[in-house]
């Protein structure tokens, strides 16, 4: 069971009262928030130690909680700050032909996850396809959550290997799967996310079924292997071992990401240039 602060979480939001008050949607960001901020991000997709007794909504109670927010849950992190009165930052400029590390380090909002799950992938002896895959499986949620898995892999088709992208892809569907023999349960704070009642939609099903049958399905599972399970509570993962995999398989373009002309490079200006009205 993961370790969390529940008094402190309790009390950063505002005291019991306040968060017998807050809607299950924004419990759950609270809890997502509080193991970022406790370093466990590898295990952001677990239930955390003292919120057990918080029962899961239904989709019905999920849906009714629309009408209560400011915005909607499918937009990218990059681009608000769902804390109570909270505001969004300055950004560093970017160079002007900016690279993957660039956008990493001062774009993305998910890298301890991604570099976690990055590391699991690395120690468990998967190759540097998936290695990268699990580098960038969810670095695309800055931009758009909602589908990032096919979202995720429009944005890297142009630079990495095809069997990376379809990993990103394909993880997103995978994830509401179980699979015994490669390790993978039904992750707990999905209960709570998408409601206890949760039938995935159609689109979803058909793309398990369809990865499920795929020569590379064993590649886009080995993510949601590595996206769910802590291997070290006490380390922040730098970005450094996974320097050289990511310059031998993503092809950064000359121009920079974003200045290629490719089709894509409207998307790496959106999260690059976030504030920029029209
Ligand atoms: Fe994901
Ligand atoms: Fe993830």
């Known amino acids: ?125 998967a190759d540097e396809e998936i290695i990268l895959a699990c580098f960038l499986h969810d670095t695309v949620q800055a931009l758009i959550r909602t589908d990032h898995g096919w979202w995720g892999a429009q944005l890297y088709a142009p630079y990495v290997p095809e069997r990376t992208a379809f990993a990103i892809n394909y993880h997103q569907a995978l994830r509401f799967y179980p699979d015994k023999e490669a390790g993978y349960v039904y992750p707990d704070l999905y209960r709570h996310t998408f409601g206890v009642d949760y039938v995935p939609p159609p689109h979803i099903q058909a793309a398990y079924k369809y990865a499920r049958n795929h020569k590379w399905y064993g590649a886009a599972r080995m993510v949601t292997v590595c996206d769910l399970y802590a291997f070290d509570h006490s380390k922040v993962m730098k970005i450094d071992p996974f320097l050289d995999i990511v310059a031998r398989h993503f092809k950064n373009p000359k121009e920079g990401l974003g200045n290629d002309n490719s089709p894509v490079a409207h998307m790496w200006r959106s999260i690059n240039f976030p504030d920029t009205p029209l």
């Open 1 to 125: 069971m993961l370790q969390i602060d529940r008094r402190a979480l309790i009390s950063s939001l505002g005291g019991a009262a306040a968060v017998a008050a807050m809607t299950h949607e924004a419990r759950a960001d609270a809890m997502e928030d509080a193991l970022h901020a406790s370093m466990q991000p590898e295990a952001m997709h677990a239930e955390p130690e003292g919120m057990e007794n918080v029962p899961p909504p239904t989709v019905a109670q999920l849906d009714a909680e629309i009408t209560t927010r400011s915005y909607r849950r499918g937009v990218g992190g990059l681009f608000l700050n769902t804390k109570p009165g909270g505001k969004v930052d300055h950004l560093k400029p970017l160079p002007a032909a900016p690279t993957l590390i660039d956008f990493f380090i001062d774009r993305f909002r998910t890298n301890q996850h991604c570099l976690q799950s990055a590391n699991k992938a690395m120690h468990s002896g």
